[in-house]
């Protein structure tokens, strides 16, 4: 079982062993740190990182990603491609189960991305297996067949068919927006759902009978840590045997005998997300100035130490489509103010207020709590939008707090900007997150709305050729750049502890350190 994760998680790269004379542990518990609470253990529902971690040991997909960043079958035992691209034939390994002992099928496969497409579900997912208005089609044609139509192209396809499956047994019988399984859940992969305890942890154990290689650790604790100082003091004292290290904490951890730490970019980027159905941000002239009145830099220097990179587009540097003269609006709060005072703002220089219509120009950031180089970004550009006269508050939430308000089902949205991040897949395909259709149930609850950028998001899809979609991707970039929805602000790099006892690592990047999970033993000290 591969775990791809679809958010930011604590992970690293090949470590050696401990010392030649080690051994095996006899305690295989493996106590790692959750970011926060998770919100629904159900891959078709959630949306959120901790989620989408818990569930990733508990469920598999038809494929899954390798540590190389590749494609290969998991629950599929192999498929088939027609000449024309449109129809693929899935064979399932035979003998698998499901955690409470009954038998997986195709039947399971097709009722996942059936339930999906079904309306009444409250997924963010549903337009990742629509071309053009038209359902994807499944068909089982046999308990280990499965048979997937299209009626055109679709280059994100396989890239799709790593969502974890859900039982159709468990599900067909219960509404699953409100099922009680979506706090229990019951899946096929390599570690089965025994407890969780809000606020406190996530206890998973061994799958036992797994398809694949059984696990070598027993149990897994996945403790919930909002704080990142407070999950590093529990790191350095033992308690959990990963955590994320601040940049400031970086040298002092790496010296310390205990642990390896490592360094790495993955697919990450960190943003301002403006509400662009906001009176203040439905204008681009006025996103274009915040743009150019925040100093990246100081951000980068100053709060991640120059642990990362300035961002500028939708992207990562380390994804093929990233262009080699990405679009960016350059650091100018001079110009900036010559623009807003083009649409009508007039800057008090001696009170240092921007005002339009006699009312001073505000607004409020929303971020979640815990996250420090978050929290201090926003406060970096409070001070940076004061130097304009804009007085912006922040308030930190709790996480789930936090991502109802982001994700609510509301037009317009109630919040006016928010600090977040988001960790990409290995497709380029971005349909969710940019499309206007994609408001407001969907990721893009920034209510961004280009119709270029709709039709570039549409023609993406549709083309097989990697250059073409380069091509594709690299003119939506810049649209969107210029544009502003999102004030891009940096690229984090990566910053991980492991506890030396951690063994069966894989090498750094975006499919993670603890991949696949079955490689992972802890030796004794």
Request: proline letters at 6%; a negative charge; aromatic letters at 12%.
């Amino acid at each position: 079982m591969r775990l791809f994760k679809l958010a930011i998680i604590y992970l690293g790269v090949l470590i050696g062993l401990y010392g030649c004379s080690s051994s095996l542990s006899n305690n295989q518990v493996l106590t790692l740190r959750l970011g926060a609470e998770p919100s629904m253990l159900n891959p078709i529902l959630s949306t959120d990182s901790p989620s989408s971690s818990v569930n990733g040991y508990v469920f598999s997909g038809l494929l899954n990603v390798t540590p190389e960043l590749e494609l290969e079958p998991d629950l599929a035992e192999s498929y088939t491609v027609s000449p024309d691209g449109l129809v693929y034939l899935f064979k399932l390994k035979q003998s698998i189960k499901w955690h409470d002992g009954k038998d997986f099928t195709a039947h399971d496969v097709k009722f996942t991305y059936d339930t999906i497409l079904n309306p009444a579900t409250n997924t963010v997912r549903r337009s990742d297996y629509i071309i053009d208005g038209k359902a994807i089609e499944f068909k089982v044609l046999d308990e280990h067949t499965l048979q997937i139509r299209m009626h055109k192209p679709f280059a994100p396809l396989l890239n799709r068919l790593t969502m974890g499956i859900i039982p159709q047994h468990i599900y067909e019988v219960t509404d699953i927006n409100t099922a009680k399984e979506n706090q229990t859940p019951i899946g096929t992969g390599p570690y089965k759902f025994k407890q969780w305890e809000t606020s406190q942890f996530v206890l998973l154990e061994a799958n036992e009978d797994y398809y694949d290689e059984v696990p070598k650790i027993k149990k897994i604790i996945l403790k919930i840590i909002p704080d990142n100082n407070t999950a590093l003091i529990s790191f350095e004292k033992e308690e959990i045997l990963s955590s994320g290290i601040p940049g400031k904490d970086f040298k002092r951890i790496a010296e310390n005998d205990l642990f390896n730490t490592y360094r790495y970019y993955d697919l990450a980027y960190t943003y301002l997300g403006l509400n662009c159905k906001h009176p203040l941000f439905s204008n681009k002239n006025v996103r274009k100035a915040l743009a150019m009145s925040i100093d990246k830099r100081s951000i980068v220097d100053g709060i991640l130490l120059g642990y990362g990179k300035p961002a500028h587009i939708p992207t990562s540097p380390e994804m093929w489509t990233y262009p080699k003269k990405p679009f960016f609006y350059d650091y100018n709060q001079k110009d900036a103010l010559t623009i807003l005072e083009q649409e009508g703002y007039v800057f008090d220089k001696e009170k240092k207020v921007l005002s339009k219509d006699d009312k001073p120009v505000t607004f409020k950031i929303i971020t979640n709590k815990g996250n420090k180089d978050r929290e201090l970004a926003a406060t970096l550009i409070q001070k940076n939008l004061k130097e304009i006269g804009i007085d912006v508050s922040i308030q930190l939430m709790e996480w789930s707090s936090f991502i109802a308000i982001v994700n609510e089902h509301v037009d317009p949205k109630k919040f006016d900007a928010v600090i977040l991040g988001w960790s990409l897949g290995l497709d380029p395909d971005a349909y969710s997150l940019w499309h206007s259709k994609e408001y407001p149930k969907g990721f893009n609850f920034v209510g961004y709305s280009n119709s270029d950028v709709d039709d570039y998001l549409v023609l993406g899809r549709k083309e097989l050729d990697r250059k073409e979609r380069q091509i594709i991707y690299e003119e939506m970039y810049d649209e969107i750049a210029k544009d502003v929805p999102y004030i891009f602000l940096y690229y984090p790099e990566s910053l991980v502890g492991l506890n030396k006892i951690i063994q069966g690592v894989s090498p750094a990047g975006p499919a993670g350190l603890l991949n696949p999970i079955e490689n992972i033993y802890l030796i004794e000290k």
